[in-house]
């Protein structure tokens, strides 16, 4: 363990596909790692779910195994990943912070931007760390993307993106407890995908802080969104067109980026970290193609940014702040406030 990095100690609430990635991920030897991450704790509804996924996920290492409450008040874990359904972000935020832990919680934030500023001010009288999981804003290519358009403006001025996400999950066909299916789990296409076409639409866009105008329509089986498309448009002219469906895998999802002087395709699934974009300049004959490795999946490079601003004294990610995470739940609360998705618990 490298003694010039940070060292994290993680305690993972919940045992499902995610957490199961997350702990993968950062488990990977990288010789350019920020911080040294430790899997102390796994909390789950069921000892022996725990006792698997260490066992399949952390080999090798022998991490505490308990109750969600129990990761919450162990004295040996300094972050909480919480890994649930939507429904339950909120409380498993206040409960982590309650116990004076940081926190990493999953994408979607919340179920609204109201939950999520409940959360964020109780991270704030307390003091402690708290970021949503929304792991393409870490990504190096990303990173790259953003430079490219809105530093060395490329492309000219940015004036419209184009982002479609779209995942076959046959939602009739899925048992009735199943997060994707059950509305008072957080259901919906809306908050498990749209909000990726969302993310790279913002980002595509610029660093715009205000909340664009909206305009949305949505697709519900049963009360759960399975298609939802959005335009976003800001005061200077541009515009997101932004779609999510779980009706068909889209080819490889799809993400294009227009400008003044050419655009930008994003290839590769835009919610896992893609392989590379492509420019493409009016009036050149070929696109210029900037390529990515990565080992992996990528949660490593989020949970570094984590570990380094915890170090640092930090209470918020530069990268995605509090005020970003409200904008993006309050351009979702009026996408459903158009479309027409609701949680029973939301009246
Ligand atoms: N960043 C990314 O790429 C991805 C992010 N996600 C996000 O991660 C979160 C979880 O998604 P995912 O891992 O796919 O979900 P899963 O259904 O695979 O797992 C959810 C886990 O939450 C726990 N849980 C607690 N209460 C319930 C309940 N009532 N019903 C179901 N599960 C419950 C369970 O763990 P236990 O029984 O052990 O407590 C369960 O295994 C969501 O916010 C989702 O949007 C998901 C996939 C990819
Ligand atoms: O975040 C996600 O990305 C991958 C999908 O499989 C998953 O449903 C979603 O939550």
Known sequence: MAADKPTIRWGIIATGLIASWFAADISIPRPDAKANHIIQA????????????????????????????????????????????????KQNCLDAIKHGKHVLCEKAFA????????????????????????????????????????????????????????????IPALPAGSRLKDPALGA????????YS???????????????????????VDGVDVASAVIVSFPQGQQGILTSTTFAKTPRSFCRIEGTKGAVVVEGFVASAPASYA???????????????????????EADAVAVDIAAGRKQSEVMPWAETIRVLSILDEVRRQGGARFPMEG
Request: charged share 25%.
């Open 42 to 89: 796994i909390g789950s509804s069921s000892y022996d779910k725990g006792k698997k996924f260490a066992e399949t996920h952390v080999p090798g290492k022998s991490p505490t195994i308990g109750t969600y409450e129990e990761v919450f008040a162990n004295p040996e874990v300094d972050i909480v990943y919480i890994g649930t359904p939507h429904a339950f972000h």
């Open 111 to 170: 179920l609204n931007a109201a939950e999520a500023r409940e959360v964020f001010e109780a991270a704030a009288e307390k003091g402690v760390f708290v970021m949503e999981a929304m792991w393409t804003r870490f990504f190096p290519l990303v990173k790259s993307l953003q430079h490219l358009l809105h530093t060395d403006k490329v492309i000219g001025e940015v004036k419209r993106v184009f982002c479609d996400f779209g995942l076959q999950q046959d």
């Open 188 to 195: 919906g296409s809306l908050l498990d995908i749209g909000i």
């Open 198 to 220: 969302l993310t790279w639409g913002l980002l595509g866009l610029g660093q715009q802080t205000e909340m664009p105008k909206i305009v949305a329509s949505q697709h519900l």
């Open 279 to 301: 420019v493409h300049l009016d009036g050149d004959e070929e696109p210029k193609k900037y390529e990515f490795e990565r080992i992996g999946k990528g949660f490593y490079w």
